[in-house]
């Protein structure tokens, strides 16, 4: 049996056997899936915001939200992990969902994380701290300038 062969047929159990449904799925592909090095079923998903590396990554089929945000190096100092936006691509009705990182690494694991799906978008987004930052900065800045504009007008 060639190669080609066996991978359409691995590739064709794996949609039967572990995703229910997919089959009325009209934009679902296979071309929406990779096969990594260690011959595990990948997908691609797009990780934005506030994490340390962000870009397009290929995770294991089954991977959460947690396991791509630390695929791309985990969040920054600034990200809101109470706010985290998922974008599912595939379907008919593309739609966008919340998920609560915080209350779930913090509080209570009771809540069920998002299984990535292909062609899926994380979106971390900035918490208040990076706002309070910026203003302190520019309130400082203009300090400075407030400062040497007194130093120079004094001394004329």
Same mark, same amino acid.
């Given at each position: 049996m060639n190669k080609s062969l066996m991978l359409r047929l691995l590739f064709t159990t794996l949609m039967l056997l572990a995703i229910p449904g997919l089959a009325q799925q009209p934009d679902f592909k296979k071309?929406?899936?990779? #096969?990594?090095?260690?011959?595990? !079923?990948? *997908?691609? *998903?797009h990780v934005w915001g506030e994490v340390n590396t962000p870009g397009v990554y290929r995770v294991p089929d089954g991977s959460t939200v947690l396991d791509v945000i630390s695929k791309a190096g985990g969040p920054t100092q600034y990200a809101a992990l109470g706010r985290v936006k *998922?974008?599912?691509? !595939?379907?008919?009705?593309?739609?966008?969902? =919340?998920?609560? #990182?915080? =209350?779930?690494?913090? =509080?209570?694991?009771?809540?069920? #994380?998002?299984?990535?799906?292909?062609?899926?978008?994380?979106?971390?987004?900035?918490?208040?701290?990076?706002?309070? =930052?910026d203003a302190i900065s520019f309130v400082a800045d203009m300090a400075v300038i407030a400062n040497v504009y007194y130093l120079i007008s004094r001394n004329r």
């Amino acid at each position: 049996m060639n190669k080609s062969l066996m991978l359409r047929l691995l590739f064709t159990t794996l949609m039967l056997l572990a995703i229910p449904g997919l089959a009325q799925q009209p934009d679902f592909k296979k071309d929406n899936f990779y #096969l990594g090095q260690n011959q595990q !079923l990948e *997908i691609e *998903i797009h990780v934005w915001g506030e994490v340390n590396t962000p870009g397009v990554y290929r995770v294991p089929d089954g991977s959460t939200v947690l396991d791509v945000i630390s695929k791309a190096g985990g969040p920054t100092q600034y990200a809101a992990l109470g706010r985290v936006k *998922i974008s599912h691509a !595939l379907g008919q009705m593309p739609r966008t969902e =919340k998920v609560n #990182l915080d =209350k779930y690494l913090n =509080k209570e694991r009771a809540e069920t #994380l998002v299984v990535m799906r292909p062609g899926d978008a994380v979106m971390v987004p900035r918490n208040a701290r990076f706002f309070w =930052k910026d203003a302190i900065s520019f309130v400082a800045d203009m300090a400075v300038i407030a400062n040497v504009y007194y130093l120079i007008s004094r001394n004329r």
